[in-house]
């Protein structure tokens, strides 16, 4: 069983900060979580699941909405994967997802991705 349990949404006001957490578990991801590229993307209502940052052994990608005010990082002894928002602004009120991708690739593209969260919401006020 794979499981991926993001935590740490909430409501913040506009220029505020969250740090979201993913925990990975279960028989696929066990000594080989830092195999994975992690990423986080999110949905707002009525609009399409959208590409956030993910993070491989090697490197990190954002979308272009994002960088400069998040920061993806992971702790592979601890299979948990992070994102820092910082500067949060109202259009980034969603609910935020995780998902494992087993390509070795910094897709931003949701299906490519094997695994996913439950996800945690978001909410940034004006």
């Known amino acids: 069983q794979v499981q991926l349990v993001e935590s740490g949404g909430g409501l913040v006001q506009a220029g505020g900060s969250l740090r979201l957490s993913c925990a990975a578990s279960g028989a696929a991801f066990g000594h080989t979580f830092s195999s994975y590229v992690m990423g986080w993307f999110r949905q707002a209502p009525g609009k399409e699941r959208e590409f956030v940052a993910a993070i491989s052994w090697s490197g990190t990608r954002y979308a272009d909405s994002v960088k400069g005010r998040f920061t993806v990082s992971r702790d592979n002894a601890k299979n948990t994967m992070y994102l820092q928002m910082n500067s949060l602004k109202p259009e980034d009120t969603a609910v935020y997802y995780c998902?494992?991708?087993?390509?070795?690739?910094?897709?931003?593209?949701?299906?490519?991705?094997?695994?996913w969260g439950q996800g945690t919401q978001v909410t940034v006020s004006s």
């Open positions: 998902a494992a991708d087993q390509s070795y690739v910094l897709n931003s593209v949701a299906t490519t991705y094997d695994y």
